[in-house]
């Protein structure tokens, strides 16, 4: 049982179905799934506490003090409850404010005349129409092209795409040697990202999280971590490829595409960019659809 704001519960694997319960009938922003706040989000700090039937949660990441702090996620009393968080913050001497806010939450404020609200564009989450890359004629002409040159040279008949066990150690070896064995000064390489893919693998089987992985010719050439947020839109919280030239981010795109089509997913959330620019212009190239917005929030006379 989660404490009762002001006071915190430090969120554990063991708290999964809880924590689930509590957020199933919101959208599935990548940033309230169980499984992106135990990987991405926890270094030993992540915590929740219930307020008015919603929730409190922390979000904290070492060198991004900037977006980090307290988060409200729910839709009963919204002004009363965030007033709450504000004079809790400002009994401890700490600025009243709040990140990270979904913008279903922000909908549902009666008075927003009260608040001060402002975008917090790096944690916007991607979103993806999966028939926007699969058939080929579908994908944005940066993409197109580069598939359309790439694919005339393979034979799709060598393409897998598998479900691997990550519980069995030698799968879960595969996918953290292949880690380190695609690093380069790319999208692959992100520092902290790589830390929390890392956790991905190693508890997948506890946080929920499901995998596709694609062979050629039997040698592994990309993987996604994903979660399958409901029937029609998976999250896509970890997604690696190789720096293979003739293969590659293009092809796996083009691929899993059609994966996801077959299993009925419409949409993919791609996650946030984090500010990262490199990463940014990467993923507009993708030409989202639409994004899971998210704010910050003072008092107004502040």
Request: glycine share 6%.
């Amino acid at each position: 049982m989660f404490k009762t704001f002001p006071e915190f519960s430090k969120l554990t694997l063991a708290d999964k179905d809880e924590y689930e319960a509590l957020v199933k009938d919101y959208p599935p922003c990548a940033d309230l799934e169980f499984c992106g706040l135990l990987t991405w989000w926890d270094t030993g700090h992540t915590s929740i506490s219930l307020l008015n039937g919603n929730i409190v949660l922390s979000y904290w990441l070492p060198g991004d003090e900037k977006n980090s702090g307290l988060a409200f996620i729910g839709t009963n009393d919204v002004d009363e409850s965030m007033c709450a968080i504000f004079d809790y913050l400002r009994e401890k001497g700490e600025k009243p404010r709040i990140v990270n806010i979904p913008d279903f939450v922000m909908a549902n404020i009666s008075y927003p005349e009260m608040f001060n609200c402002k975008s917090q564009r790096c944690h916007d989450e991607y979103l993806l129409d999966t028939s926007n890359y699969y058939p080929l004629n579908n994908m944005p002409a940066v993409w197109r092209s580069k598939v359309k040159r790439k694919i005339a040279g393979l034979d799709e008949t060598k393409f897998e795409l598998k479900n691997l066990d990550l519980s069995k150690p030698q799968n879960r070896y595969l996918l953290l040697t292949s880690l380190v064995d695609w690093q380069a000064k790319n999208v692959n390489n992100l520092g902290k990202h790589e830390e929390a893919c890392v956790k991905a693998i190693m508890h997948a089987s506890q946080l929920g999280l499901d995998n596709v992985c694609m062979f050629v010719d039997g040698h592994l050439y990309g993987f996604c971590l994903y979660n399958r947020a409901n029937d029609r839109q998976l999250t896509s919280l970890y997604i690696k490829a190789t720096n293979n030239r003739t293969v590659g981010y293009a092809i796996m795109l083009y691929i899993l595409a059609k994966w996801a089509q077959e299993q009925g997913f419409e949409t993919a959330n791609i996650c946030s960019d984090c500010g990262v620019l490199q990463l940014r212009m990467f993923m507009l190239t993708l030409g989202p659809v639409n994004f899971y917005r998210k704010y910050s929030i003072e008092p107004a006379n502040t």
